[in-house]
């Protein structure tokens, strides 16, 4: 298996490289070259495997550069039980009707990134440790990816984490967990301005090659295929334990649904992807909140993303996003893979401000099977105020959001799974306004609000960021080559 970049302009590399690289050369983003094909038999001979090995048999298919009994290794520490709350890594919970919920929360920072994320700490350090280099990960967060980053990656070897946060953008929780650690190795940095400014931020340092390769610049952002790639693991989870009760010989044709809670879309194209590899998924449901620019994209055709001044803070923070980095991956398959015609599609957003594909708005969903919707403060209060009151479950703000549009796009006979995003725990607030509850923080976690927190203010200045990095980074004898 080997890796382009969107825009045509990296040659094919391997999994190992691409681990390291995160954004391509030419400042595109990394996909597969092709999409490895499963047949119905094959994904039935799956059901019996525990999570570990299922993550073996899914991401095998892609690191085949990396020795299997190697990623067996690796996949058995990355989800081994003890790193997990719950007896089982990804349960699945009734809630009502056709509707369940796929339990992704019970990792160490209580949000589904650590399913990716458990993984991609596990097989940087791999890498590194058989090419005797050091890697500098510069990431941006809403939320969930910097703490669940910084717990798979603290205190690794030859690797240091340099986080951007928008300043004031995130729950006290997340920010506790992240600013409250003190390992050498991790630096936080509160950028002013909005997540999209973070990311605008790496990606201006990741595409600026001189200082990438003398400080050995790499992501953990959703723009790192190695994320994307562990998230698809889960899709099939969720599809084989939804099947369990069905007769065996209906399984092949039994699809479900799912609704996914977006903002930078790379969970919802993991589910893309899983289904591009024939996992019987009918419909790919997008729920937004008000920052709802790829709801519109999957309603109208028109990608238009909105500046930092009309991105709103909301009650689901982690989806206060409007410039969504992996829809450049999904529009590069709308298009053919064809890197020309997506370089086009790129200079016209960068011209006008947008991208028109209304020519392919019919294929959004009838070959893709996307369908979107777009939930509201008021939506959130309401659907946990209602779950809670059915089924006894509280759920977080932005799972929220994925059950109120899920709720909208249900289909007779089929299963509709909504992925969760995070343990309400960390939403106290709005959890409070929806049930009169007030959640206490886990047993394991009681004083983390109470710790000194240990974070760098910043403006929304990439010389400033790059002097700081330059200054923290780990360094390696090894210069990589230029591409």
């Known amino acids: 298996m080997k890796y382009i970049s969107t825009r045509g302009g990296m040659a094919p590399a391997s999994y190992s490289e691409i ?110 440790a058989r090419t005797d280099r050091t890697l500098n990960i510069i990431g941006a967060t809403s939320g969930d990816t910097g703490s669940a980053a910084e717990y798979a990656l603290r205190g690794k070897d030859g690797i240091a984490v340099f986080m951007l946060s928008p300043q004031g953008r995130m729950s006290d929780f997340q920010r506790a967990q992240m600013y409250s650690l003190t390992d050498e190795n991790i630096h936080n940095i509160a950028i002013e301005g909005v997540f999209d400014d973070c990311q605008n931020l790496v990606k201006e340092l990741s595409g600026d090659l001189d200082f990438k390769r003398e400080h050995t610049l790499g992501t953990v952002n959703s723009i790192n295929l190695g994320r994307i790639s562990a998230q698809m693991v889960y899709y099939f989870w969720a599809w084989l334990r939804a099947t369990d009760a069905v007769a065996e010989a209906e399984r092949a044709s039994s699809a479900v649904s799912f609704t996914v809670p977006s903002g930078n879309f790379g969970n919802i194209l993991s589910g893309h992807l899983a289904r591009a590899m024939g996992l019987p998924i009918r419909r790919l449901v997008l729920a937004a909140n008000e920052n709802n620019v790829l709801d519109e994209f999957f309603r109208t055709g028109i990608y238009a993303p909105r500046g930092s001044a009309e991105t709103y803070l909301t009650s689901s923070p982690s989806m206060d996003i409007s410039k969504a980095s992996n829809i450049e991956r999904f529009i590069f398959d709308v298009l053919g893979r064809d890197g020309d015609r997506l370089a086009s599609a790129w200079a016209e957003l960068a011209e006008t401000g947008r991208i028109d594909l209304t020519a392919e708005l019919g294929r959004l969903e009838t070959e893709f099977g996307f369908q979107s919707g777009t939930s509201t403060h008021a939506d959130r209060v309401a659907t946990i105020r209602d779950i809670h009151a059915t089924t006894g479950i509280i759920i977080d703000p932005h799972t929220a959001d994925g059950v109120k549009v899920a709720r909208e796009h249900l289909e007779d006979g089929v299963p509709m799974l909504v992925l969760e995003t995070a343990k309400p725990e960390k939403f106290p607030e709005i959890v409070f306004e929806a049930t009169g509850e007030r959640l206490g923080m886990p047993e394991h976690l009681a004083e983390l609000l109470d710790l000194p927190q240990h974070v760098t203010e910043m403006a929304d200045d990439a010389a400033q960021l790059r002097e700081f990095i330059a200054a923290r980074a780990v360094r390696s004898t090894i210069v990589p080559s230029a591409p």
Not at 32 to 44: G, K, Y
């Open 19 to 128: 681990l390291l690289e995160g954004l391509a050369t030419d400042g595109g983003l990394v996909v597969p070259e092709t999409v490895p094909q499963l047949s119905s038999e094959r994904i039935e001979a799956m059901r019996g495997l525990s999570y570990p090995e299922l993550a073996t048999e899914i991401l095998s298919l892609y690191a085949t550069d990396i020795p299997r009994e190697d990623l067996a290794e690796m996949c058995a520490a990355a989800y081994r039980a003890e790193s997990f709350v719950a007896d089982e890594i990804v349960p699945l919970t009734p809630l009502d009707g056709q509707l369940s919920l796929v339990g992704l929360s019970e990792g160490p920072t209580l949000a589904f990134k650590d399913m990716a994320m458990q993984f991609l700490g596990q097989a940087l350090e791999y890498v590194l």
